[in-house]
Structure formats: C-alpha cells, structure tokens
C-alpha cells in the first residue's frame, strides 16, 4: 500500500491539517517549531529537529511512496527537500505552502509546489460563483413562479445555443411545454438547426408579435429585445427576464437582465444555473447545451471562456454521445444516398479540390457529403453543391493549413450571392436565376465548371 508521509512544520499548521482530516494512508508528522509547547496535535507524531537523513531513512519509503511538506519557512523546507532526495531519492514530494517562492526551492526531478490556504481559497470561489448563479436563479424563478404562461423568446430561426438556452431554462423552472413553450418570431429553418429540435424532440412554436399577448411572463434567452427589426412590438420591449451572451444593447427594459459578452454561449450561463439549482442533468438536457456550447464556440475556438470549458466539461460526463451523433450526423435520405452516389460516380480530385455536385437534394445531405469529400485522397478542399429550391447550395471543407474557406467562398459568391464561414468550414448561396444569367444554364456540368474555376480562381487570389 502506498503511503503519503505528511510533514507538518510547527502545530498550527498540523492543527488545521488534522481539521481537514487525514486521508487513507496518510502518516501525519509534526515538526515542532522551537517557541512551541509540547502539546501533541492528535494523530501526529512528533519529530524534534525537523527531517534529518536518518528520520527520513526509518521511515523506510517504498516504491510509490511520497511525502507532502506543509510549511511556510524556507529553510525549513530547503533543508527537508534535501533531505528526502538524499535518503529517498525516488520519493516524490508534494510542497504546500502560500508564502515560499518555488524557485527559492532546491532542484528536485519530482516535485510540486502549490498554495495550502490558495487551494482551499479557489475551492470557496468557486463555491460563491455557483452562489451568485443561485441567486440569479432564484430570483428568475420567484418573479416568473406565479405567472401562468411563460414565453420562453428565442430569435427568428434559432440557433442551437437559443434552442438549448430555452430548452434548459424550462427545466430549471419546473414547467412544461404548455405553460412554458419555446417560442419565435421565424421559424427553426436551417437544417441543422433542425436536426437539434427532431432529435430532442424540442418544440419553437412560430408566433407572431401579437401573440406574444397570450402570455403574462417573457423570457428572453440568447437574443436581445432591440434585434428584432426596426421596431420591434412594444410587448417585448419591456420583459421579465433577459440572459444572453451578446453585447448589452440599450433601448428596452426588463426586470431581470443577465448579460455576458465575455462567455462563449449563452448555453455556458444556463448550464451555471443548472449547476447551481442542483437539477439532474439527464442526458438530453446535457447533450443540447454541450451542443449549444460546441456551435457557438466553434468547438472551443474561438472566444472560448475558462467558463464555458468548465460547462462543457461538466455537460461532457453527462450527454449522450450517441444523441450528438444523430444531431450532427441526420440520417440520410434515401434519395441524397442515390445523388451521393451518382456524384461519386463521376468523382475526381483536381487541384486538391474535390468537388461533388449532387443536384437535387435535401439541404441537410450538402454538409455531410462535404465532409466524406474531405476524406478523398489528396484533397485539401472539398465542396459538396446541391439544388434546393430555387438555389444553388454549396458547403465547402479544407484540411486547415489552406486558406480560410470563409474567405474564399465570399470570393466565390461576390455579386452572385451569399456565402461566409470560418477557417475550415463555409457555406454560399447563389440564385439559380443569377448563376444562369451568368453561365447560361444550371445543369451538373456546368455547375461542376463553373464551381472548380471559381475555386481555383478565388483559392489563388486569396494566396497572393
Ligand atoms: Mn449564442
């Protein structure tokens, strides 16, 4: 059994180790400062004269074995450290101590120093952070507990940080979809976004502004009253509850107002509450906001806080892996496996680009197939494009160290139509009616053309 020699440097310090309790296979030692009395602390054995050579060397140390020196003097530890290397030299030794510098410390091959008091002080900071979350809560949950029906308001085609904030917010305050649902002024319609509601099973009622009447509480999450155009209705100018993550806008009122640009997502300050209230988190609940969270932050990229790596890591133990598949990864039409695979048939990687035109297509197929392209040997790009609607849809991939696809999809979309995205991952847009008016038709071939040269062109302009 490994043991974990605890060396005490005077009784004040051996006293508060025995408050905080000996752990299993702890053997406590009290190093007797010289003004002290001889009252023992209980449980600890007294060592007069500090560590020597000899001390450490009885003690006999396994394999295995470590020591932890809790002290504030220098010399004391210096001296100790010293020690332990000569008579233990395999033993790791664990220091504690606020006061001593660790580069004043002695060169030691195992060796870790941190804070006894700093220690427990980040423990109790982060306890009055989960408290100050509480609070909030409580006093979201005190004002909306005796209203009828809440209006959980989300923005037009909410995004799934909104949906997972609305969603969250729900089961915190204890209520059901009839007398909380989730609702807004667009409906969910990107396709991923879709996704997340079929494979939760969240409802977003579409209403409009003057249904908003309907409900005597409102509470806005991931979205701010002034967003909603020119003059937004005046009902949602003035409501209960505001938690957002977008910078404060002026121009509206609410009674409860809970706005933090510096967090990554909203879904991070409804997780906080979730964390604070206690709730269980079942793996529904956890797997919308790590998903609201993993959207938002583009996976912890960018504008990524320490709060919202903690929320994620807390939502990590406890989604569901396999929902988040199913969210991220639709199931596919039968007739997207047919264009997959007539586009397959005729598939060739040129230029590191690898291009598939799907024709007709569900939109949802375009960025799956765009990820598999990315899987085609020697492509740096791939570029899935399908026809929906009256569009021409293209989602686009590269492997990272290539240009932004963001910024190349603009190139590509510039007085066509509409396109942007990050680093790896980008989308455009462009009216069948203006592709046409510039390449005179719209069939696979000549989408297939027009695409690779547009690429090729935009890819070159953005490396000059
Ligand atoms: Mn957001």
Redesign the pocket.
């Known amino acids: 059994m490994i043991r974990r020699i605890i060396v005490c440097d005077g009784a004040e310090l051996a006293r508060l180790w025995g408050r905080i309790g000996a752990g299993e296979n702890e053997e406590l030692i009290w190093v007797p400062r010289d003004e002290e009395s001889r009252a023992r602390p209980p449980g600890f054995r007294a060592l007069s004269g500090g560590l020597k050579v000899e001390t450490v060397q009885k003690l006999d140390t396994k394999e295995g074995d470590g020591f932890a020196l809790v002290s504030e003097d220098g010399p004391f530890l210096r001296a100790s450290i010293l020690c332990i290397a000569e008579a233990a030299p395999d033993a790791p030794i664990l220091v504690l101590s606020d006061r001593v510098d660790p580069e004043d410390l002695p060169d030691h091959p195992c060796l870790r120093v941190t804070g006894l008091r700093t220690l427990i002080r980040d423990d109790v900071d982060e306890e009055l952070e989960h408290l100050a979350n509480l609070r909030r809560l409580v006093q979201v949950q005190t004002l909306l507990a005796a209203r009828e029906r809440v209006g959980i308001l989300l923005q037009p085609d909410p995004?799934p940080?909104?949906i997972a904030?609305g969603y969250a917010l729900r089961a915190i305050l204890g209520r059901k979809k009839s007398t909380a649902p989730l609702i807004s002024f667009g409906e969910v319609k990107r396709p991923e976004n879709r996704a997340m509601v079929e494979a939760l099973g969240i409802e977003v009622r579409t209403i409009t502004p003057d249904e908003l009447d309907e409900f005597d509480g409102i509470a806005l999450v991931?979205v701010q009253p002034t967003v909603f155009g020119e003059s937004p209705p005046a009902r949602v100018l003035s409501v209960d509850v505001v938690i957002?993550?977008?910078p404060e806008r002026p121009g509206y009122d609410t009674v409860i107002r809970d706005i933090r640009p510096s967090y990554?997502?909203?879904?991070t300050i409804v997780t906080e509450y979730v964390r604070a209230s206690g709730i269980e988190v079942g793996p529904k609940l956890a797997t919308a906001l790590l998903y609201?969270i993993k959207t938002?932050t583009q996976l912890l990229g960018r504008e990524t806080s320490r709060h919202d790596m903690t929320a994620f890591a807390f939502l990590h133990t406890a989604h569901s892996p396999a929902l988040l598949r199913r969210i991220e990864r639709p199931a596919l039409p039968q007739d997207g496996l047919h264009a997959l695979g007539r586009a397959l048939a005729q598939t060739s990687v040129e230029d590191g680009m690898h291009l598939l035109v799907l024709g007709r297509v569900r939109e949802d197929v375009i960025p799956q197939v765009a990820d598999l392209g990315l899987q085609a040997e020697g492509a740096e790009w791939a570029i899935a494009a399908g026809i929906v609607h009256r569009d021409l849809v293209f989602s686009v991939r590269n492997v990272g160290y290539v240009r932004a696809a963001g910024d190349v999809v603009r190139a590509v979309v510039e007085g066509l139509g509409v396109g942007g995205g990050h680093r790896t991952m980008a989308k455009g847009i462009i009216p069948l009616v203006a592709f046409r008016k510039v390449y005179g038709r719209a069939d696979r071939n000549t989408i297939r053309k027009a695409l690779h040269e547009a690429f090729v062109k935009a890819i070159r302009r953005e490396e000059e």
């Open positions: 995004d940080d909104g904030c991931d957002d993550h977008h990554g997502a909203t879904a609201g938002d």
